[in-house]
């Protein structure tokens, strides 16, 4: 078997609440041409359907979101008999 190599990509969203606190959304294989304006977009939507751990606590606004590029290689470790 030969090494291998994979690649993936995420789209992390920082989703800030009315108390204070935050979660991390991960996103896997985001389209290329996701814009700022496409984030802004989702306020609304965000607003009906997340909530936070603490009291339900409603969701405030997007703190951040970045696009996360990784490269994993996989290495054929065995011996050959």
């Given at each position: 078997?030969?090494?291998?190599?994979?690649?993936?990509?995420?789209?992390k969203?920082?989703?800030?609440?009315?108390?204070?606190?935050?979660?991390?959304?991960?996103?896997?294989?985001?389209?290329?041409?996701?814009?700022?304006?496409?984030?802004?977009?989702?306020?609304?939507?965000?607003?009906?359907?997340?909530?936070?751990?603490?009291?339900?606590?409603?969701?405030?606004?997007?703190?951040?979101?970045?696009?996360?590029?990784?490269?994993?290689?996989?290495?054929?470790?065995?011996?050959?008999?």
């Open positions: 078997m030969a090494d291998t190599t994979k690649t993936t990509k995420q789209l969203l920082v989703a800030g609440f009315i108390d204070g606190d935050d979660r991390t959304i991960s996103l896997d294989n985001p389209r290329d041409s996701i814009t700022a304006a496409d984030i802004s977009a989702m306020d609304s939507i965000a607003a009906g359907v997340i909530f936070g751990d603490k009291a339900e606590a409603g969701f405030m606004r997007w703190k951040s979101a970045k696009t996360v590029e990784s490269t994993v290689k996989y290495l054929d470790l065995t011996t050959a008999d």
